[in-house]
């Protein structure tokens, strides 16, 4: 099972815990186990087409994911997979 923590903002906003279990190989399969478990989360996260969205940043571990469009990157059960809001400024 993979580890995902969400930010404070996403639990604001939907009833889920700041850390989960769920299954898949790449984080798109994660992101929508989530979204089963959750029911809502994945519209957060991604768009309908499955692209990772633009205020979205995920890593596994230290590293960000590598493929925003598909979110094809590799994951093994002991992954820990990260959704942040990415935060902009001035």
């Known amino acids: 099972m993979i580890t995902v923590r969400f930010p404070r903002h996403l639990i604001r906003q939907f ?18 186990d989530c979204d089963r ?11 309908e087409n ?3 969205r633009p205020h979205v940043n995920v890593f596994i571990g230290e590293r960000m994911v590598s493929d925003r ?9 002991s992954d820990e997979v990260f959704v942040m ?3 902009s400024g001035g």
Do not use: K
């Open 37 to 47: 478990q959750f029911p809502g989360v994945a519209s957060y996260i991604v768009h």
């Open 85 to 87: 809001q990415a935060l």
């Open 15 to 32: 009833p889920i815990p700041t850390e989960c279990t769920a299954e898949g190989r790449t984080v798109a399969e994660v992101i929508q």
């Open 69 to 77: 469009q598909t979110l094809s990157d590799s994951l093994n059960g």
């Open 50 to 52: 499955g692209m990772l």
